[in-house]
C-alpha cells in the first residue's frame, strides 16, 4: 500500500539554524500539506500546496517558513531561522484529486530545537 | 471559525465491550468530518468520513461513527474493542470551500484484556 514518508524521524539543531524537513508524498497525488503537533497540543494546519504554488497557509506559516518542490517527488519544509517554539512533531500529508478525498499522513519528524 | 472538542483525554474500555469516543464540531456551512488514528511512532491513519449522505458511516478496522447534525456530533463507535484499538484518536473537521483539516486535541483509547 503507499505511503507518504518523511526523513529524517528525528532532528535536533540549534536556536536560529536552518533546518529542511523532507517528504515524499504518495506519487499520484496532486495536494501537499504540513502540519504539525507542539507535545500536547493538538495538531495545527501550516500550508497547503497545490500546482506549485501554496495555496493555503495559516498564520503560524510566517516568512521565517517556506515550501518546496524540488522535483517531482519530494515535498519539502524549510525553517529559516529556528526557535525554541518550532519544537514540534511535523506531519506531511497528501491526497489525490476530488476534495472529498481524504488527506494520508506521513510518521512525521520530530524538531527538536535546542 | 472552525473548532472541534473531543472532551475525554482517555476512554477505557474492556475488551469485546462497545466502545464510543466523543467529538463535536463547530463550522459554518456543511461540514466534512473525519477520524483519524495514531499508533505510536507512526503517522494519523485515516479511519473514516463524513462528507454526504448516510449518517451512519463505515470504515476500517470495524469502526463507524455518526454524523448527527442537531448535536454537532460525529462520535466514533465500534461494537466490540479489541486490545489492538488501544491508541490515540482524532476527530478533524474541514469546511466545504477550505483544505485544511481542523483537529480535536485527541482522545487516548486503553482497551483492556
Known amino acids: 500500500e503507499p505511503e507518504v514518508t518523511q526523513t529524517p524521524s528525528h532532528q535536533v539543531t540549534q536556536m536560529g539554524q536552518e533546518v529542511i524537513l523532507h517528504c515524499v508524498p504518495i506519487?499520484?497525488?496532486?495536494?501537499f500539506y504540513w502540519y504539525r503537533q507542539i507535545l500536547g497540543q493538538k495538531v495545527e494546519f501550516l500550508v497547503s500546496?497545490?500546482?506549485?504554488?501554496?495555496?493555503?497557509k495559516s498564520e503560524i506559516f510566517d516568512d521565517q517558513f517556506s515550501v518546496e518542490r524540488p522535483d517531482g517527488s519530494n515535498f519539502t519544509l524549510k525553517i529559516r531561522s529556528t526557535k525554541l517554539e518550532d519544537s514540534a512533531m511535523y506531519f506531511c500529508?497528501?491526497?489525490?484529486?476530488?476534495?472529498?478525498?481524504?488527506?494520508?499522513f506521513g510518521p512525521g519528524t520530530r524538531l527538536t530545537v535546542l | 471559525a472552525q473548532s472541534v472538542a473531543q472532551p475525554e483525554d482517555q476512554v477505557n474500555v474492556a475488551e469485546g465491550n462497545p466502545l464510543t469516543v466523543k467529538c463535536t464540531y463547530s463550522?459554518?456551512?456543511?461540514?466534512?468530518l473525519f477520524w483519524y488514528v495514531q499508533y505510536p511512532n507512526r503517522g494519523l491513519q485515516f479511519l473514516l468520513k463524513?462528507?454526504?449522505?448516510?449518517?451512519l458511516v463505515k470504515g476500517s478496522y470495524g469502526f463507524e461513527a455518526e454524523f448527527n447534525k442537531s448535536q454537532t456530533s460525529f462520535h466514533l463507535k465500534k461494537p466490540s474493542a479489541l486490545v489492538s484499538d488501544s491508541a490515540l484518536y482524532f476527530c478533524a473537521v474541514r469546511r466545504y470551500n477550505t483544505d485544511k483539516l481542523i483537529f480535536g486535541t485527541g482522545t487516548r483509547l486503553q482497551v483492556f484484556p
Open positions: 506519487s499520484n497525488h496532486l495536494y
Open positions: 463524513y462528507i454526504t449522505g448516510d449518517n
Open positions: 463550522v459554518s456551512g456543511n461540514p466534512y
Open positions: 500546496f497545490y500546482n506549485n504554488e501554496i495555496s493555503e
Open positions: 500529508a497528501s491526497r489525490d484529486a476530488g476534495l472529498n478525498n481524504e488527506q494520508f
